[in-house]
């Protein structure tokens, strides 16, 4: 609960109070309800012709009701005020912590995990709050006034205590079996959210190899687990309600039971019809002592989901993010736009082997810097760990001539325009997609968008769509072909203006004279950036500065086209299954 309270403001804390005084006004008046009672029965039993008794008990039980339920609305709106508060600022710092996740704390979680923390969770915590608060205040309050005016009558009290006691130990019981049924619930869902992802973003593979059987038959296996599950913990929560309708009708019982005993064994009949009444009333008194009873039972059934909702969104928040930020944000005098690998190994988290090996290189401003190798030799990785998306093992990688782990992530991202290997679009505009990621805080103007886009390739297409640069872009970009993505994501890397460039395999869907353009725009227009490229093609990286061929996580050769095609089998291999034998040499 400490978690919750931290998110309290000075504003929530108020309404709190006022919450309590309005939730004390409601049980005090709802428990004038039956004081009310004593003046109905003595006349209906005295007999008399005077009704006028009757009607101003009526009257004041009709006005203790209204004001009664005016004050509900007023405490249940306070709490309610507190407790979306509460959930709005948790969903806040969930989604900043998710923010500042690297890649490695996101595949600790999963993808549907987080997702099912940000909102399923999230909602089995709010009502907890609202309804909780209303019963732990509520419930203590109601018995308090109902002991006080049930003092001195032993065996009436005894009954609402007997009752009270068998609720709460068959509530008790019924929760503990509930937890751990509630803990792997939660856990399917987020299989359920991952399968159900899984198929809606491979959509296009599932129909094309007629996958629907097998996502279907791991889609069911997963539903009747969390099906059996589900009924496995409702089983038990759901047995608190017979079991409550028992004990309230068996106090009901009890009450009128032994008031019946108690008036057929006294001879005076005043006496008869002072225990009448008092039996009446302190029905009225037991019965609502009972539901304050089963207020906090209701709870009681909020809690295990509670408990491990917030649990699991406790270790979003609690988490240690591994790529810590540094201070820096500039590099060292005389190193604008270098780029240096100085014996970098790298390994991921629970990985066996490196994943890179002792990898060591440099290039300065302005030049050209190919990656090129087979599947898996690294390449992805290495990109990965000058944007910092991973931390090196050992060893340094140096931008600017400063460690990377020295810099601010905002100054050092600020300085470099990235494009994914899989390209990816905001759901928005085109204009929202180009100008996404501001450099220096800064947005760009309508022309430089438009400049950028015609460096990427992407000008032709946009303004022959309906509204151009203001056309709608669905999410994730499924309105547009792989290769317009592709093209889109490359003006926004432009837009940036960076000082270095990063292209991951980002011409894969480009046709050779789109791609060959695009090359010759980026040297026109980007001569003064550091450009890395990660290719397949030999005939789109030989004219670079610097070439690394890469296998099994190694530089296996560098230098220029020339120089690999003489010195580096692995790159010599490459080339003699693109080029023709002339061309190789």
Same mark, same amino acid.
């Given at each position: 609960m400490k978690k919750i309270i931290s998110y309290m403001k000075s504003l929530?804390?108020?309404?709190?109070?006022?919450?309590?005084?309005?939730?004390?006004?409601?049980?005090?008046?709802?428990?004038?309800?039956p004081e009310c009672m004593t003046a109905i029965t003595d006349q209906l039993q005295n007999g008399g012709t005077d009704w006028t008794p009757v009607i101003v008990a009526t009257a004041k039980m009709l006005l203790f009701t209204v004001c009664s339920i005016g004050t509900a609305v007023v405490s249940g709106y306070c709490i309610s005020y507190v407790s979306a508060s509460i959930i709005m600022r948790m969903r806040r710092d969930v989604f900043r912590k998710l923010m500042s996740f690297g890649l490695a704390e996101i595949r600790s979680f999963s993808t549907s995990s987080l997702i099912t923390r940000c909102t399923s969770d999230m909602e089995q915590v709010r009502p907890f709050i609202r309804v909780g608060a209303q019963a732990l205040v509520q419930c203590p309050l109601t018995l308090i006034i109902v002991a006080s005016k049930m003092r001195g009558n032993e065996v009436w009290m005894g009954s609402v205590i007997v009752a009270g006691i068998f609720l709460f130990v068959t509530t008790f019981i019924l929760f503990s079996l509930s937890l751990s049924k509630?803990?792997?619930?939660?856990?399917?869902?987020?299989?359920?959210?991952?399968?159900?992802?899984?198929?809606?973003?491979?959509?296009?593979?599932?129909?094309?190899?007629?996958?629907?059987?097998?996502?279907?038959?791991?889609?069911?296996?997963?539903?009747?687990?969390?099906?059996?599950?589900?009924?496995?913990?409702?089983?038990?929560?759901?047995?608190?309600?017979?079991?409550?309708?028992?004990?309230?009708?068996?106090?009901?019982?009890?009450?009128?039971?032994?008031?019946?005993?108690?008036?057929?064994?006294?001879?005076?009949?005043a006496g008869k019809q002072i225990m009448f009444s008092q039996m009446v009333v302190f029905a009225s008194y037991a019965l609502q002592a009972f539901t304050a009873f089963a207020a906090i039972i209701i709870v009681i059934i909020m809690l295990p989901r509670f408990i491990i909702s917030l649990r699991r969104i406790t270790e979003v928040l609690d988490t240690e993010v591994s790529i810590r930020d540094g201070e820096a944000r500039e590099g060292i005098g005389g190193n604008v736009g270098k780029l240096e690998f100085r014996n970098v190994s790298f390994s991921y988290p629970g990985a066996s082997e490196s994943a890179l090996k002792d990898i060591s290189f440099s290039i300065e401003k302005g030049q050209t810097l190919a990656i090129i190798g087979p599947t898996g030799s690294g390449k992805t990785t290495l990109m990965n760990l000058i944007l910092r998306f991973y931390d090196v093992s050992t060893g340094a990688v140096l931008v600017d001539g400063r460690d990377v782990r020295d810099y601010n992530l905002w100054a050092l991202r600020d300085k470099i325009g990235y494009v994914p290997q899989k390209s990816f679009l905001f759901s928005g505009t085109i204009e929202s997609n180009i100008d996404y990621g501001y450099k220096s805080g800064l947005s760009n103007s309508l022309e430089e968008i438009r400049k950028a886009?015609?460096?990427?390739?992407?000008?032709?297409?946009?303004?022959?769509?309906?509204?151009?640069?203001?056309?709608?872009?669905?999410?994730?970009?499924?309105?547009?072909?792989?290769?317009?993505?592709?093209?889109?994501?490359?003006?926004? +890397? #432009?837009? %940036?203006?960076?000082?270095?460039?990063?292209?991951? &395999? !980002?011409?894969?869907?480009?046709?050779?004279?789109?791609? +060959? #353009?695009? %090359?010759?725009?980026?040297?026109?227009?980007?001569? &003064? !950036?550091?450009?890395?490229?990660?290719?397949?093609?030999?005939?789109?990286?030989?004219?670079?500065?610097?070439?690394?061929?890469?296998?099994?996580?190694?530089?296996?050769?560098?230098?220029?086209?020339?120089?690999?095609?003489?010195?580096?089998?692995?790159?010599?291999?490459?080339?003699?299954?693109?080029?023709?034998?002339?061309?190789?040499?």
């Open positions: 929530e804390w108020a309404y709190l109070i006022i919450f309590l005084l309005f939730v004390y006004l409601q049980v005090a008046l709802s428990l004038k309800i509630t803990s792997r619930l939660q856990g399917l869902i987020d299989q359920i959210n991952r399968i159900t992802k899984e198929h809606l973003t491979g959509m296009r593979v599932v129909h094309a190899y007629n996958g629907y059987a097998l996502q279907a038959e791991q889609f069911a296996a997963v539903n009747d687990d969390l099906a059996d599950t589900g009924i496995s913990a409702n089983r038990f929560t759901g047995a608190i309600s017979p079991f409550f309708s028992f004990g309230m009708n068996g106090l009901t019982l009890a009450i009128y039971a032994f008031g019946s005993m108690m008036i057929y064994q006294l001879e005076d009949p886009a015609e460096i990427g390739q992407s000008k032709d297409f946009i303004e022959k769509k309906t509204g151009t640069y203001q056309a709608r872009v669905e999410e994730g970009g499924s309105n547009f072909s792989g290769g317009q993505r592709q093209r889109l994501t490359i003006s926004r +890397a #432009v837009c %940036r203006d960076p000082e270095f460039y990063l292209f991951d &395999d !980002s011409f894969s869907a480009l046709d050779f004279k789109t791609d +060959a #353009v695009l %090359r010759k725009k980026l040297r026109e227009n980007a001569k &003064d !950036s550091t450009q890395i490229i990660v290719g397949q093609r030999i005939g789109s990286i030989m004219n670079a500065d610097l070439i690394l061929c890469m296998e099994g996580g190694k530089i296996v050769g560098q230098g220029r086209h020339e120089e690999l095609l003489e010195n580096c089998a692995v790159y010599r291999e490459i080339a003699q299954s693109q080029l023709s034998q002339s061309e190789v040499g």
